[in-house]
């Protein structure tokens, strides 16, 4: 009971305290530079073997992702097992309304009506960090930027012409893309000039910094990644008996077949 009490205060606090910034120095480099040219090689650098960051992730799910997407592969019930969230907490602070941990993830959303609203149904983002993998996710949620010319008003360089609105744009803040002008020499020997992107500029800060955005966002993107294989780390640890089993069992081959073949030699 009493370190039921202790993991339930811990984990509220993860809840309820500021945004931890203490990514790696890799992490903080690439924050750094977000406003460069060089987007496409921008790494997500999670960990699904970090709980803490896993549990800051479900929260950010919860918060500004369910209300469209769902994970329908996942259980309340699974995810706080895994993810060392007390059944008291996981109820009080991510299960929606009405919803049992034995069920699955799942929006609230009718699908006919995010079709009318967004012109497509939302995805389900169960198995999306598999499909896309983890560092499109994390640049398609760093790229944002305004565009009047959308009906949602934003527009994305990973996705263009998404039908998503910059739903973390209170947090991350509006940004503007620079284009500048690159000459470019087709085959037949003509020059045209093109725009390449080139870098964003900030005009309406977030109510995060820089640093609290970017860990805000790995933290998505990790718990994206942990929900398109819960069992993955279990996965990987087995996996190295299970390859010591086999050198172990092939040395073991190797001396009976040498000692039922000493006399053939």
């Not at 931890?20 to 120095?25: L, M, Q, R, S, T």
């Not at 406003?35 to 918060?63: E, M, P």
């Not at 993830?105 to 995805?123: L, N, R, V, Y």
Request: proline residues 5%; hydrophobic residues 40%; neutral net charge.
């Amino acid at each position: 009971m009493r370190t039921e009490r202790r993991r339930s205060r811990m984990f509220a606090a993860l809840l309820t305290g500021a945004l931890c910034a203490h990514g790696n120095a890799r992490a903080a480099d690439e924050a750094g530079s977000r406003a460069g040219a060089d987007w496409q090689s921008w790494r997500a650098s999670t960990d699904v073997t970090n709980t803490a960051s896993l549990q800051r992730g479900a929260r950010n799910f919860a918060n500004y992702c369910l209300g469209c997407h769902s994970l329908k592969y996942v259980r309340w019930s699974r995810m706080g097992e895994d993810l060392a969230i007390p059944e008291a907490l996981l109820e009080r602070h991510l299960l929606p309304p009405g919803d049992k941990p034995l069920e699955y993830i799942a929006t609230s959303m009718p699908a006919a009506d995010a079709e009318a609203w967004f012109g497509k149904t939302p995805p389900d983002l169960s198995l999306m960090a598999r499909a896309r993998g983890k560092d499109y996710l994390y640049q398609f949620l760093e790229t944002f930027y305004i565009d009047p010319t959308r009906q949602t008003g934003a527009n994305n360089l990973r996705l263009p012409t998404t039908a998503m609105p910059d739903v973390l744009s209170e947090l991350e803040g509006l940004k503007r893309a620079v284009y500048r002008n690159v000459e470019k020499r087709s085959e037949d020997g003509r020059v045209t000039t093109q725009q390449e992107f080139d870098h964003f500029e900030q005009v309406v800060p977030g109510r995060l910094s820089t640093e609290e955005y970017d860990t805000f966002v790995r933290d998505t993107v990790n718990f994206l990644d942990y929900a398109g294989e819960p069992s993955q780390v279990v996965r990987r640890s087995l996996g190295v008996w299970v390859v010591l089993f086999l050198l172990v069992f092939t040395w073991l081959a190797w001396l009976m077949k040498r000692e039922y073949w000493k006399d053939v030699h």
